[in-house]
């Protein structure tokens, strides 16, 4: 049987991360041949993560500009990808997430009639604004997609109520629960100094980021005003936040902490080292979604600087809280975790609703199986919610 042709489309870090166990197990498939395609949206946080799963893109659109805007980057990524389909001519083509590369692939695969494969599919805050242009992005995903995959059962039902056809939905765990699982086996050390020295000190350590385009403004001020409150109050803990290359939150946040000695602020730091940080961290305080993901699966209690998510799966489960972005919420919030070891175990509980590990040979079991070369894999089912959690779930999305 000949090989099918799936070509991979991605352009920031957290697609890079949760596409790499993706494409290594397309590689591996002898139903499928896997090319990769980045579009270069993220420049040096995207090559970092393929350079640590040892990717290599067959083709790279180079868009990369600081600070272009939303539609130059889609323009600029729609046009490139016209040349990629010419030159490769897949059978399908698959996205992931909601950025925007993940929804300009798809649009310009839609436009050439390349059926679209949407991994991470079916998440929602069914608020088009928070966040932007996310909701927006994955919602139009969602539109073009042939083949849904979803990372939860909730997921599905988010899918399920849009009226998507049930048949048409894989639920496969999360990808990045392979990718985390995967490089935390490995044998990793700090390649900043300060950071061998926090881990070497035995104090305790908080894990920080922020980087959400909602949250520019007003709203990073006040996150970089509780950062310096908090580290202020609690001296004998160690605040490290590998911070985003983007400048509007590097020119708020920076000028906030600086002077404080247990605040350490790094570039961002690479896949391996940035997850054995999150291993060494008593509490993880964040607006990405991919640590919302990851740090509950190690345990760890994580706040949430968002006033609502996507992903209610941890809260449901009870490691994740949302903690909005006002400082004194967010002071109040961290200090209760650090200062009371009740409240610290209720959240410090390993639980796994994004993934098993599995994720990435479920994907490519339902894309051969799309293509018809194959069979899908029996779904992710270890978090399998009742309907009363569904509802709850459902309901603590709204803000
Ligand atoms: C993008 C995604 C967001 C995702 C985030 C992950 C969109 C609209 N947003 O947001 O969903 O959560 O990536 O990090 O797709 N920069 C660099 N080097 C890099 C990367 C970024 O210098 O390697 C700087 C540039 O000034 C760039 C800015 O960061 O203009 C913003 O990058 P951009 O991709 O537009 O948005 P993100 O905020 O990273
Ligand atoms: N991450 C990383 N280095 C860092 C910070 C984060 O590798 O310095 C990883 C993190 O483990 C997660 C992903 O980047 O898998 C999340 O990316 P980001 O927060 O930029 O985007 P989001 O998930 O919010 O879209």
């Avoid at 849009?162 to 629960?177: A, D, F, L, R, Y």
């Avoid at 935390?184 to 305790?204: A, K, M, N, T």
């Avoid at 006040?222 to 001296?235: D, G, H, L, Q, Y």
């Avoid at 949430?304 to 919030?333: C, F, H, Q, W, Y």
């Amino acid at each position: 049987m000949e090989a099918k042709k799936l070509l991979v489309i991605f352009g920031t870090r957290p697609e890079a991360i949760k596409v790499a166990p993706i494409i290594q197990a397309a590689k591996t498939s002898p139903q499928l041949e896997c090319v990769v395609a980045v579009t270069g949206q993220h420049r040096e946080m995207l090559d970092q993560v393929n350079t640590l799963f040892g990717i290599v893109p067959d083709f790279d659109l180079d868009v990369f500009a600081k600070d272009q805007s939303l539609n130059r980057l889609v323009a600029r990524i729609i046009d490139g990808l016209d040349g990629v389909f010419d030159e490769c001519a897949p059978d399908v083509v698959l996205v992931q997430g909601d950025t925007t590369s993940a929804v300009a692939g798809a649009i310009a695969a839609f436009y050439r009639g390349i059926p679209v494969v949407h991994a991470e599919a079916g998440l929602r805050s069914y608020n088009l604004f928070s966040p932007f242009p996310e909701e927006a992005n994955r919602k139009l995903a969602s539109q073009l997609a042939t083949l849904h995959l979803a990372p939860t059962m909730f997921n599905k039902r988010n899918l399920l109520n849009e009226g998507v056809s049930e048949q048409n939905i894989v639920v496969t765990g999360n990808t990045v629960i392979d990718a985390l699982l995967q490089t935390l086996s490995d044998d990793i050390s700090f390649s900043d100094p300060r950071l061998l020295e926090v881990e070497s000190s035995g104090r305790r350590l908080v894990t920080i980021t922020t980087h959400r385009r909602e949250n520019h403004g007003s709203r990073m001020t006040s996150i970089a005003r509780a950062i310096a409150e908090i580290a202020a109050t609690v001296p004998e803990t160690d605040f490290v936040l590998p911070l985003h290359w983007n400048p509007a939150v590097r020119d708020q946040i920076i000028p906030a902490i600086s002077g404080l000695d247990n605040v350490v602020v790094t570039d961002p730091l690479n896949y391996a080292e940035f997850t054995k940080l999150l291993s060494l961290s008593s509490v993880v305080l964040t607006d990405s979604g991919g640590v919302q993901e990851e740090a509950p699966s190690l345990g760890k209690p994580v706040l949430v600087m968002r006033s609502n998510t996507e992903r209610p799966e941890g809260i449901v489960a009870g490691s994740v809280k949302l903690v909005g972005t006002a400082t004194d919420d967010i002071v109040r919030e961290m200090l209760l975790l650090l200062g009371d070891q009740a409240a610290f175990e209720s959240m410090a509980t390993a639980i796994n609703p994004y993934g098993d590990g599995k994720a990435s040979l479920r994907s490519v079991a339902a894309i051969a199986e799309l293509l018809h070369v194959g069979e899908r894999a029996e779904e992710f089912n270890s978090w399998n919610p009742s309907e009363e959690q569904l509802v709850r779930a459902a309901q603590m999305i709204q803000e």
